[in-house]
């Protein structure tokens, strides 16, 4: 697997926003009780900016700084005590939705606002499907708790409504902001005393 | 910003000492051989251990407890649920439907141990070890991937790259808000749907700055020759010393005491 530098470097800055993303609450007040984190939206971006094969990296890349003990997750959590966490299983799909996303996007040249609406919804889905069956099967196999998964989803809710409202204000910045990163990754010159055989004589 | 320090403790101790690759194949091992334990003498034999190597970290135990806070209404959920749901034996108490029996008791007190040894042995790793030397180590043990052509070394780059910009682009969103606060915008207060708005020009140049910085490391590093993992030498060498051979050692001594003890 050969990926360009820029993509490593743009794949670590994501992998740093995701860690602004989760805690932007420590600069912002909760809504009604729902503290504001904004991992969807940059998880989202990710999928929808980088595509799905360096989306989906940045977003490992996230995972590992977390598990590896830097308090990047939600909360300023951290360290591999996370995976016992019922709530791992949305920080593992993060993953997943950029992947899906940027599949979607993929698809054409120039994506229309509809294309990135399609995939922000896709990603919103694969995020919430997947954080709540492992909440569902952490809840049972670990504790034999006794929950059922329509109960997981009902406890959802509030948050699902405030990352529905701002997957449509993903959908809204995410062409302009994949326009600036689009230019950024065409830019790149061939590397100063790179491979001579990869360099082309006219 | 309790970000940029991340869950480090820095001290002066053996634990902190250690090479890091051989602190992550002992918390391999150790979260494995807890398993092993079923009875009174294997599980404080692993309380002893692990109380043994928080005592030899110098780490104070604020920040143990502190590591424990995410998981504890696990701890307090598994023992209430193991220690009432669990029927055998003569009850010790009775109250309604709710029966705590001795051996539902017992139960309980082995399973939080279980999780709490788990969770001790994890955070100590994380709380003695840099996140920059766990990468490191990591790099160096998964290296023989790279034959079956995973990027490791891309993902260890990646790791520290994430980790430089991490308190860089805080510093960022915190001017960014208080230049756009300037201009009249509302960040705490509002409807949902209105807040949803307002963070659109906060992100946009939070993202287009952290892409300019992107693109200018990259220049930086293409210009000075970065071609990935050909030839790359090393400024942090990690080097294996004995006491990371004793560490192993007294893993495999307890792994061995654990088998013979269990019932």
């Known amino acids: 697997m050969k990926i360009k530098t820029v993509d490593l470097v743009l794949a670590a800055v994501y992998a740093a926003l995701m860690a602004i993303g989760a805690n932007i609450a420590a600069f912002l007040p909760p809504v009604q009780g729902v503290p504001l984190t904004f991992q969807t939206l940059v998880a989202i971006l990710a999928g929808a900016t980088l595509g799905s094969r360096i989306g989906a990296l940045s977003m490992i890349v996230y995972t590992l700084i977390g598990l590896a003990g830097v308090p990047v997750f939600a909360g300023f959590s951290g360290g591999p005590g996370t995976i016992m966490s019922q709530t791992f299983g949305f920080i593992l799909s993060f993953i997943l939705t950029a992947y899906a996303v940027g599949k979607i996007v993929e698809r054409r040249e120039h994506p229309n606002l509809s294309a990135f609406l399609l995939a922000g919804v896709v990603g919103l889905a694969a995020n919430y499907i997947t954080g709540t069956l492992y909440m569902y099967f952490s809840l049972k196999l670990w504790i034999n708790a006794p929950m059922t998964y329509g109960a997981i989803w009902v406890a959802m809710i509030p948050f699902l409504v405030k990352d529905i409202i701002l997957t449509f204000a993903t959908v809204l910045i995410a062409p302009q902001i994949k326009g600036r990163l689009d230019a950024v990754r065409r830019k790149q010159p061939m590397p100063v005393g790179g491979n001579p055989s990869s360099r082309s004589n006219p | ?263």
């Open chain 2, 1 to 263: 910003m309790e970000l940029i320090i991340g869950q480090y403790v820095p001290r002066s101790s053996v634990i902190h000492r250690l090479d890091p690759r051989a602190k992550l194949i002992g918390v391999f091992l150790y979260v494995i051989i807890v398993f092993l334990a079923n009875n009174w003498p294997t599980y404080a034999l692993l309380a002893v251990f692990t109380a043994s190597g928080v005592a030899l970290s110098n780490v104070p135990l604020r920040y143990i407890v502190r590591g424990l806070k995410p998981v504890l209404f696990l701890i307090v959920f598994t023992f209430v649920l193991n220690a009432l749901f669990t029927h055998q034996g003569p009850a010790l108490f009775k109250f309604g439907w709710l029966e705590l029996t001795s051996a539902g008791f017992i139960q309980a007190v082995f399973i939080s141990i279980r999780l709490l040894v788990l969770i001790v042995a994890t955070t100590l790793l994380t709380l003695t070890t840099t996140p920059i030397d766990i990468t490191d180590g990591l790099e160096q043990l998964l290296s023989p991937l790279k034959k079956l052509r995973f990027p490791v070394h891309e993902f260890a780059l990646m790791m520290a790259i994430a980790l430089r910009f991490i308190p860089t682009l805080v510093e960022e969103t915190e001017k960014i808000m208080k230049a756009q606060t300037a201009r009249g915008a509302e960040f705490s207060s509002g409807s949902l749907v209105k807040r949803a708005k307002a963070i659109v020009p906060l992100l946009v140049p939070l993202f287009v700055g952290a892409f300019k910085r992107a693109e200018e490391l990259a220049m930086a590093m293409e210009a000075r020759g970065y071609r990935g993992d050909v030839g790359r030498t090393k400024w942090r060498l990690l080097q294996w010393q004995t006491r990371d051979t004793v560490l192993l050692a007294s893993i495999a001594l307890l792994t061995a005491a654990l088998v013979f003890l269990r019932g």
